[in-house]
């Protein structure tokens, strides 16, 4: 089976092959799948970082490439060279995408045909970066969106991943999949990196009494107590915490 790889800075992934159909997750820039079957102006993928499938639309999509760089901004400016000025354009790629180098001056990176980013937001693709914290803060106050994987709207799993995806580390996509995954910690003290499990919600602790996930009942990713937020999602949900693991081990 052939690889794809993703030409479009993102699209949603449908549980169906309609754009009526629930949103599952998203496809960001560079992304390597490969296509299961096709249906009518849609195909059915597999991605390769975390085997999610759903369909996307039917595209011209890359059969190589190699990416040297990925965004370590929230969401990186294209830009259009004309007449040596680099001209901003309304599109962008967002964070922990691959990109190819094919042109670089001192300030930007050609990675496409005339399409350019700045080379302050890139790292190098092999860049590690251990911070989890500081990965998990570039999205705070992004809007909360189901299936979403970006500044421009997350979910709560998504936040979680983000970190490994950029890192190229496997981690599931979905909360239901993230729990089985993640091995229960035997200490029962909240610390840093602690992810917190509750039936179709995830967040991490920042520290011992502060905790980060993109929460839907106030539409964005946010900083709260972590006791008042437990105490919160069982007085507004009826859910109790099923598991906590924490993110070092991975």
Known sequence: MKSNFFSSSLANIYSKPSSKSEVMSQILYGEKFKILNKKKGWVKIRTNYDNYIGFIKKDNFY??????????????????????????????????????????NKNFIE????????????????????????????????????????????????????????????????????????????KKKLVKGDIIFWKGHVGMCLNNSKFIHAYGPRKKVIIMPTKQTINLIYKTASLVVKKVSNIKNY
């Open 111 to 186: 990675f496409e045909k005339n399409k350019w980013i700045k080379k302050n937001d890139t790292k190098t693709i092999f860049h590690q970066e251990k911070n989890f914290i500081k990965i998990l803060k570039l999205f705070l106050n992004s809007k909360y969106l189901w299936g979403g994987k970006t500044s421009d709207g997350i979910d709560c799993s998504a936040l979680i991943q983000i970190y490994f995806y950029y890192n190229r580390i496997f981690f599931p996509r979905d909360s239901k999949d993230q729990i089985n995954f993640c091995k229960k910690k035997s």
């Open 63 to 104: 059969n190589k490439f190699k990416p040297k760089s990925k965004i370590f901004k929230f969401k990186s400016k294209i830009f259009i060279r004309k007449n040596n000025r680099f001209l901003p354009s309304k599109k962008y790629l967002y964070f922990g995408s691959g990109v190819s180098v094919l042109n670089s």
